[in-house]
Nanobody
């Protein structure tokens, strides 16, 4: 059974940091890109970041560039999202997803349950 489990969300003051983790199982982790997405109340889900499996190339949405860093540890089947300089507008439920290819495509085919990130002033 394919599973992705996010952790690391929480309540943080603006300017602070959080590190999200996505632990995967049930598929060949090394073969797939992993993406992070988020959904704020009343808004559509948006892509945050992605890391390929082929060459560890990374992608960031414009508003996250310079603040967020994605990484993966294939030995632990885990992807991390380090989030620095957090802003109230980063408040959302964050999801990780296995993408259908080794490269980033912006589409998830298997999803975690999400972890809440709340940034307050």
């Amino acid at each position: 059974e394919v599973q992705l489990v996010e952790s690391g969300g929480g309540l943080v003051q603006a300017g602070g940091s959080l590190r999200l983790s996505c632990a995967a199982s049930g598929f060949t982790f090394d073969d797939y890109a992993i993406g992070w997405f988020r959904q704020a109340p009343g808004k559509e889900r948006e892509g945050v970041s992605c890391i390929s499996s082929s060459d560890d190339s990374t992608y960031y949405a414009d508003s996250m560039k310079g603040r967020f860093t994605i990484s993966r540890d294939n030995a632990k089947n885990t992807v991390y999202l380090q989030m620095n300089s957090l802003k109230p507008e980063d408040t959302a439920v964050y999801y990780c997803a296995a993408e259908p290819y080794s490269y980033c495509s912006g589409y998830g085919v298997a999803w975690g349950q999400g972890t809440q990130v709340t940034v307050f002033l």
